[in-house]
């Protein structure tokens, strides 16, 4: 084994965080759980007898596989430089550290990718003493967990189907648990093998039995849906709700709510479920054109009108003739913009402006604003006739705080979006990166989510999963406790001081002279182990890609 793994597996302990803030415990960034063995054995025997043996070793065996998957994502990221063998016998220091196993002996060989063999001699396994001591002894061998977890850790670590079996077992009286395993086909009856690592017929059955008693029940098609917005929650529900019946008629609509809640995306949503979806839809930020230019802007503008009129021209509202046009920050519409929008509201036509000629203009007007109208009327900013016939049927859209459900499923939809644009596949976020977005109260609201995401797909590597680190930069998880060399807990700034070494400090000071160039020795010695690659360099010192690329730029301009 390398010695860079050595060291790693030496400090693989100090991932084990104890939170004290909130009570939980960590694994990297996966959440963990302590849980009696006793609980375990209940809960197992209460699946063989419900559903029973055979089935029932699927559901463990499908766990193990789960289980053994994520710890092939969290081995990789602890040690980037190793071998696939190396990563292997990593495998069995997570397993002992979660006290699940112990492999007592092991034999790993590799000739080529079709040639692997392995044969692991387990001892402590947690599943075999639930049998001996909860269970009873079975007619076969019972260790169902962890075959799946060895099956599907080799597989990621290898790229290829691996699968083990458990040849003896103590849970069914043999002397000692042996798990093998090969190349799906080099077994004869792997196809009949693989049946365990699906979902079982029983859970497909109960689905189909609940969706037809659903129908049966309501008799309706699917939740709402408003064109791309996203979300489940009450909140979500009852936009969906309000704009459909909008949508069945012209009336105006005034959408209320933050930056970045998705007032365009309801507006959007509208639009398309009403009877003008094939005619346009124009949207304006108000906010982003000067005054002295928003009237020629939304009305148009006859030739000669004011310097630089060159020609006539149509304004956004002849653009969205027989269709919507959405007003955007319509609190920013000059007093002159206001009263001719009053217009179109009350008599449906209106003028270009420096024109004469009366233009009659039949167009759907849905306004948002962040600010409150009421308040602009008292400040004088805001015409009270024109809030009246913009406020015929308000919109209130919650904030992204008070709408919790709906954020996984944004996630979910902001990921498929930008792994297509970027042509990348993540493992979507880990544990400690989910619990950082459901405690973020999001000020930007679904656009600020939907920037994270992006920029947290860019910041992973494929097949990885997206740290908390990646979307929230400062991130820090808090005071908390990990397991010392000796078995204790102990405060993380603790361990921090015990593992500082004051004779490599002197030494790294009497040669390099400064920090600076102390930096610079990391980085170029980082680089080179990474084989130039800066992603592999950053994980190597422990910081994010931007920060490296961000400091050899500054190397190269001092250079």
């Known amino acids: 084994m390398s010695q860079p793994l050595q060291e790693a597996e030496l400090s693989l302990s100090h991932q084990i965080r104890f939170q004290k803030r909130d009570g939980t415990i960590w694994f990297g960034e996966q959440r963990m759980i302590l849980l009696q063995l006793a609980a375990l054995a209940s809960f197992r025997k209460e699946q063989i007898e419900t559903v029973g043996l055979e089935r029932a070793k699927g559901f463990f065996m499908r766990l193990g596989y789960s289980l053994g998957q994520k710890d092939a994502l969290l081995a990789r990221r602890l040690y980037p430089e190793a ?8 495998g069995f220091s997570l ?26 001699a387990l001892a402590d396994s947690y599943e075999a003493e639930m049998f001996r001591s909860e269970l009873g002894q079975i007619d076969e061998p019972g260790c169902w967990s962890l075959v799946g977890h060895a099956s599907a850790f080799t597989s990621n670590i290898l790229g290829q189907e ?17 798990l093998v395993g090969r190349p799906a ?18 859970i497909e059955e109960l689905y189909e039995l609940q969706s037809q008693l659903s129908v049966l029940r309501h008799k309706v098609d699917s939740a709402p849906t408003l064109g791309n917005l996203r979300g489940k929650s009450a909140g979500y529900r009852h936009v969906c709700s309000m704009a ?52 020629a802007e939304l009305f148009g503008v006859c030739k000669g009108a004011y310097t630089g009129a060159m020609q006539s021209r149509e304004g956004k509202f002849e ?15 000059s007093p002159r913009a206001q009263a001719s929008l009053l217009r179109v509201l009350q008599e449906g036509e209106m003028e270009r402006v420096g024109d004469t000629q009366t ?34 049927y308000p919109i209130q859209i919650p904030p992204l705080r008070q709408r919790q459900e709906d954020i996984p499923v944004l996630i979910d939809h902001f990921l498929e979006k930008y792994q297509a644009y970027y042509k990348k596949r993540v493992s979507g976020l880990s544990d400690m990166a989910q619990k950082a977005m ?76 400064s920090l600076e160039t102390i930096e610079e020795h990391l980085i170029e010695y980082a680089m080179q182990k990474g084989s130039g690659n800066i992603s592999s360099a950053a994980r190597t010192l422990g910081v994010s890609r931007p920060t490296l690329a961000y400091r050899l730029k500054k190397m190269e301009n001092t250079a």
């Open 319 to 333: 653009r969205a003739h027989t269709g919507t046009i959405f007003l955007d920050e319509v609190i920013e519409l």
């Open 359 to 392: 233009r009659k203009i039949d167009v759907r007007i849905i306004a948002a604003t962040n600010e409150s109208l009421e308040e602009a009327i008292k400040e004088g900013r805001f015409r009270a006739d024109l809030y009246y016939r913009l406020n015929v």
């Open 83 to 90: 071998s696939s063998l190396e990563l292997l016998r990593a």
């Open 244 to 295: 459909a019946r909008a949508a069945e008629g012209d009336v105006s609509v005034l959408l209320l709510g933050e930056t970045g809640v998705g007032k365009e995306l309801v507006a959007q949503g509208i639009h398309n479920a009403s009877e003008r979806h094939n005619n346009p839809f124009v949207a304006v930020n108000c906010a982003a054109i000067p005054p002295d230019l928003i009237e």
């Open 438 to 513: 459901r405690e973020y109260s999001w000020p930007g609201n679904v656009r600020e989510l939907e920037n994270l995401i992006e920029r947290g797909l860019i910041l992973t590597d494929n097949g990885e999963s997206i740290s908390a680190q990646s979307l929230f930069p400062s991130f820090d998880s808090g005071a908390s406790q990990v397991v010392s060399d000796d078995g204790r807990l102990i405060d993380a700034t603790e361990l921090d001081k015990t593992e500082t070494t004051p004779g490599w400090i002197e030494q790294a000071l009497k040669e390099a002279g």
């Open 95 to 120: 397993h002992s550290l979660k006290g699940m196993v112990r492999i007592e002996k092991n034999t790993l060989s590799m000739p080529s990718p079709e040639e692997f063999i392995a044969e692991y």
């Open 162 to 178: 691996i699968l083990f079996k458990e040849t003896s077992c103590r849970g069914c009286g043999d002397a000692a648990c042996h």
């Open 185 to 202: 086909e080099a077994w004869d009856d792997a196809a009949q093998y693989r049946r365990y690592f699906v979902s079982s017929p029983i």
